[in-house]
């Protein structure tokens, strides 16, 4: 059974800085894209960062671009968004998962295992 953790979420004001990690359990992802997701009650989930199977790739969304980095530690099983300047309209839940394949990888389908999220609240 693959178990997916988020944790660091939380309140900060608008300019501050979180660092969200998730750890996984039941296999390793050293073979997976990975990436964070956000989320909004009554909204789609969206596509935040994503990172390949060795790190040496990263994608992110254009409202977060230059602001949120992706990492990753293969020899942990655990992935990172370091979120720095963030906005008001950062808040979400963020959910991290796991891709069916090692590349580069963006659409929501193509992400097979998801954590249950973080609740990221930034306050104007």
């Known amino acids: 059974q693959v178990h997916m953790v988020e944790s660091g979420g939380g309140l900060v004001q608008a300019g501050g800085s979180l660092r969200l990690s998730c750890a996984a359990s039941?296999?390793?992802?050293?073979?997976?894209?990975l990436g964070w997701f956000r989320q909004l009650p009554g909204k789609e989930r969206e596509f935040v960062a994503g990172?390949?199977?060795?790190?040496?790739?990263?994608t992110y969304a254009d409202s977060v671009k230059g602001r949120f980095t992706i990492s990753r530690d293969n020899a942990k099983n655990t992935v990172d968004l370091q979120m720095n300047s963030l906005k008001p309209e950062d808040t979400a839940v963020y959910h991290c998962a796991a891709g069916r394949v090692a590349g580069l990888i963006t659409r929501l389908s193509e992400f097979g295992s998801w954590g249950q999220g973080t609740q990221v609240t930034v306050s104007s």
């Open positions: 039941g296999r390793t992802f050293s073979g997976s894209a």
């Open positions: 990172i390949n199977w060795n790190g040496s790739g990263t």
